[in-house]
């Protein structure tokens, strides 16, 4: 069998799907399978995964990073790939796939529907109708679906009934290099990036639908009753739509939040470890690698009580409504100030991380490869298209 990846959205500072699409690649190198691996990769992002991925793994340079080369990558090139029989599969990682399909068959990851179901809370490209429309014509046109968690196949169904023989939810994995044991190091990370113990920590993008100026806002009213004495650092990089986040931010005291930018993956489990809490106050998300990221480094994590934050989440961390401030504002304010409450968050944030593997992750994804290869023709009729 030979499956070719699109790894063309593989980034040196890698979030979300680029996290995926890492973690993905090296699980599939570390199976013990017959199987034969084609990634195709960018030249900037070439080297990436040199020396990770074993004999198992080609690696094809087929693209250059700025979106539109990619994009003309995915709708022109791998086609003809697919054409010229140089894989059984193709497998794209989201959220689109190419409008001409070759005989392969093809899986597509669908990490999040979010551009569909809330436009509101992205940019003005990814809330655009052509883009949304690309997106539902990808999903109808693959032969299967991978996501990451129960909630984003039913937004799925809810839109697209017709599809729900074909979705496959395969939990992500979190990467054994997020552990308590971390923090040992942290002395040294948190002097290069300008933080102070003690802190509350968020790890994201810095957009609107991670919901950060309900955070900040709660953050900034518990100071001003002096209910907290920890500083609050919102580590990522920015996106679009920070205008509100900067309004709140110009009254914050000087010195008590910070914004270190991207923090290396080098930096990362350190600056996990040492927090005294972590919170991702998230409207929606797919599947949500940082708080999970938090709990396996053994953090009593905050986070809300929506989407597959709660499927993954619950009974390990503190939920709130992402609508209720004072709601998090108060489990700011109880984790903080109850040990007891901080213990039991930690032992029991570590246990459920420890469940989300790329091992099993990459045997469930390589079964899916497997299904579709040997039972369903990849060609389908027109209706599916």
């Given at each position: 069998?030979?499956?070719?990846?699109?790894?063309?959205?593989?980034?040196?500072?890698?979030?979300?799907?680029?996290?995926?699409?890492?973690?993905?690649?090296?699980?599939?190198?570390?199976?013990?399978?017959?199987?034969?691996?084609?990634?195709?990769?960018?030249?900037?992002?070439?080297?990436?995964?040199?020396?990770?991925?074993?004999?198992?793994?080609?690696?094809?340079?087929?693209?250059?990073?700025?979106?539109?080369?990619?994009?003309?990558?995915?709708?022109?090139?791998?086609?003809?790939?697919?054409?010229?029989?140089?894989?059984?599969?193709?497998?794209?990682?989201?959220?689109?796939?190419?409008?001409?399909?070759?005989?392969?068959?093809?899986?597509?990851?669908?990490?999040?529907?979010?551009?569909?179901?809330?436009?509101?809370?992205?940019?003005?490209?990814?809330?655009?109708?052509?883009?949304?429309?690309?997106?539902?014509?990808?999903?109808?046109?693959?032969?299967?679906?991978?996501?990451?968690?129960?909630?984003?196949?039913?937004?799925?169904?809810?839109?697209?009934?017709?599809?729900?023989?074909?979705?496959?939810?395969?939990?992500?994995?979190?990467?054994?290099?997020?552990?308590?044991?971390?923090?040992?190091?942290?002395?040294?990370?948190?002097?290069?990036?300008?933080?102070?113990?003690?802190?509350?920590?968020?790890?994201?993008?810095?957009?609107?639908?991670?919901?950060?100026?309900?955070?900040?806002?709660?953050?900034?009213?518990?100071?001003?009753?002096?209910?907290?004495?920890?500083?609050?650092?919102?580590?990522?990089?920015?996106?679009?739509?920070?205008?509100?986040?900067?309004?709140?931010?110009?009254?914050?005291?000087?010195?008590?939040?910070?914004?270190?930018?991207?923090?290396?993956?080098?930096?990362?489990?350190?600056?996990?470890?040492?927090?005294?809490?972590?919170?991702?106050?998230?409207l929606e998300e797919g599947f949500g690698f940082p708080p999970l990221e938090a709990?396996?480094?053994?953090?009593?994590?905050?986070?809300?009580?929506?989407?597959?934050?709660?499927?993954?989440?619950?009974?390990?961390?503190?939920?709130?409504?992402?609508?209720?401030?004072?709601?998090?504002?108060?489990?700011?304010?109880?984790?903080?100030?109850?040990?007891?409450?901080?213990?039991?968050?930690?032992?029991?944030?570590?246990?459920?991380?420890?469940?989300?593997?790329?091992?099993?992750?990459?045997?469930?994804?390589?079964?899916?490869?497997?299904?579709?290869?040997?039972?369903?023709?990849?060609?389908?009729?027109?209706?599916?298209?």
């Amino acid at each position: 069998m030979r499956i070719g990846l699109d790894l063309t959205g593989i980034e040196a500072e890698p979030v979300g799907t680029a996290t995926y699409m890492r973690g993905l690649a090296r699980g599939l190198a570390g199976l013990r399978t017959q199987t034969d691996f084609r990634a195709y990769v960018t030249f900037e992002d070439r080297h990436l995964l040199d020396g990770r991925l074993g004999n198992r793994f080609g690696v094809s340079v087929a693209a250059l990073r700025p979106r539109p080369v990619r994009l003309c990558f995915e709708q022109a090139a791998l086609p003809l790939a697919a054409r010229a029989g140089r894989f059984d599969v193709l497998h794209s990682p989201g959220p689109h796939m190419p409008l001409l399909r070759g005989a392969a068959g093809h899986v597509l990851t669908v990490h999040d529907i979010t551009p569909i179901t809330m436009p509101a809370v992205h940019s003005r490209l990814r809330s655009s109708r052509p883009y949304r429309r690309m997106m539902l014509a990808s999903l109808r046109r693959a032969d299967r679906l991978i996501v990451p968690s129960r909630f984003v196949a039913e937004r799925i169904r809810q839109r697209l009934p017709q599809l729900d023989e074909r979705i496959r939810v395969i939990p992500w994995g979190i990467d054994d290099r997020f552990s308590p044991a971390a923090a040992a190091g942290a002395d040294q990370v948190l002097r290069r990036h300008g933080i102070r113990r003690p802190y509350l920590l968020y790890v994201g993008k810095l957009e609107p639908r991670k919901n950060l100026t309900t955070l900040l806002g709660s953050y900034l009213e518990l100071l001003g009753r002096r209910a907290v004495d920890a500083d609050l650092v919102l580590a990522g990089p920015r996106g679009w739509g920070s205008a509100e986040l900067d309004r709140l931010l110009a009254r914050a005291p000087a010195g008590r939040v910070h914004l270190p930018g991207y923090v290396p993956d080098s930096d990362l489990p350190a600056l996990y470890a040492a927090a005294s809490a972590f919170v991702y106050p998230s409207l929606e998300e797919g599947f949500g690698f940082p708080p999970l990221e938090a709990m396996a480094s053994g953090v009593p994590t905050i986070s809300t009580s929506g989407s597959s934050l709660a499927e993954n989440l619950e009974g390990a961390a503190e939920l709130v409504a992402a609508d209720d401030p004072a709601g998090l504002r108060d489990a700011v304010e109880r984790v903080l100030g109850d040990q007891r409450l901080r213990d039991r968050l930690s032992e029991a944030g570590s246990r459920r991380a420890g469940r989300f593997r790329w091992d099993r992750c990459a045997r469930e994804h390589l079964a899916v490869y497997e299904e579709l290869l040997g039972g369903i023709s990849p060609r389908q009729d027109a209706a599916r298209r």
